[in-house]
């Protein structure tokens, strides 16, 4: 099971830091990702992060402002998001991937959390 917290209301140009805390289940061993669903958009990318060597991969819109981490002794993964925008208003999710390689495609993650609301005002 993979429950997401530390969503919440900011200002624009404001931060917040998600989690993914992991039981039931190891997921020290599996690359992890964060997607995010804004209202009446699909589903998108957002970050990821390898078991393997910890490397990591963002959105491009992202990759400056958002940081992904893990700390597989606490079965947790990250998302530290800065310089907030209204657009990044979405419903943000945990995902843990098949393999140890970390993927930016949504089919490669069989394991989602019921997500977190981020919610930027301007």
């Known amino acids: 099971q993979l429950v997401e917290s530390g969503g919440g209301l900011v200002q624009a140009g404001g931060s917040l830091r998600l989690s993914c805390a992991a039981s039931?289940?190891?997921?020290?061993?599996?690359?992890m990702g964060w997607f995010r669903q804004a209202p009446g958009k699909e589903r998108e990318f957002v970050a990821a992060?390898?078991?393997?060597?910890?490397?990591?991969y963002y959105a491009n819109s992202m990759k400056d402002r958002f940081t992904i981490s893990r700390d597989n002794a606490k079965n947790t993964v990250y998302l530290q998001m800065n310089t907030l925008k209204p657009e990044d208003t979405a419903v943000y999710y945990c995902?843990?991937?098949?393999?140890?390689?970390?993927?930016?495609?949504?089919?490669?993650?069989?394991?989602w959390g019921q997500g977190t609301q981020v919610t930027v005002s301007s």
């Open positions: 992060i390898s078991w393997s060597d910890g490397s990591t």
């Open positions: 995902a843990a991937d098949k393999s140890m390689v970390a993927d930016t495609r949504e089919k490669q993650f069989d394991h």
């Open positions: 039931g289940r190891t997921f020290s061993r599996h690359a």
